[in-house]
């Protein structure tokens, strides 16, 4: 077997805040027309994992977001499944050798702790992040510490009409 290969796709404010400090995701409506390739990326994808943080504020959302595509919910703390979700708790590897087990080839991370987390543990093998021309001020951190020191590789960079420039990193090896 194979382990998955692990991707980010997330926007982050230009001060490096994935949420407001209540979750929201506000900030993001004005994107919501212009296409920045989540399509694509999505369509590459063939299982979520997810942060306790991120699945509770995606329950809110007017439609699930992640259509039938597994969805891992990593959490310290079970749940009751709304829509075939999962939830799995262990280390970032544990999590990684179960999704093997269980088939997964490529796998979107969501979440801030949760990216951050596989990010230490030198699980992350792609990140798309796109930066949106805001200054929050305050919220939830894309990256949050302590982490390793870790080096990444441009793979592309594409700026929009609307002041959004999204980075495409590879892990540099």
Request: negative net charge; without cysteine; proline residues 7%.
């Amino acid at each position: 077997m194979t382990r998955p290969t692990f991707s980010v796709f997330i926007a982050a404010s230009l001060d490096g805040f994935i949420a407001r400090p209540d979750d929201k995701l506000d900030w993001l409506d004005r994107f919501d027309g212009e296409e920045h390739g989540y399509e694509a990326f999505s369509s590459a994808i063939d299982t979520h994992l997810v942060g306790r943080g991120t699945y509770e504020v995606v329950l809110g959302f007017p439609e699930w977001p992640y259509g039938k595509k597994p969805v891992v919910v990593w959490s310290h703390r079970g749940g009751t499944p709304r829509h075939g979700e999962i939830f799995a708790s262990g280390s970032p590897a544990e999590v990684a050798a179960r999704l093997e087990r269980g088939g997964a080839r490529r796998v979107y991370i969501d979440g801030g702790a949760t990216v951050s987390a596989f990010l230490a543990a030198d699980l992350v093998d792609d990140l798309t992040v796109s930066i949106i021309p805001v200054v929050l001020g305050d919220g939830i951190r894309l990256f949050r510490p302590p982490l390793p020191e870790r080096w990444l590789t441009l793979e592309g960079s594409q700026a929009y009409p609307s002041g959004l420039v999204q980075l495409r990193y590879r892990r540099a090896r």
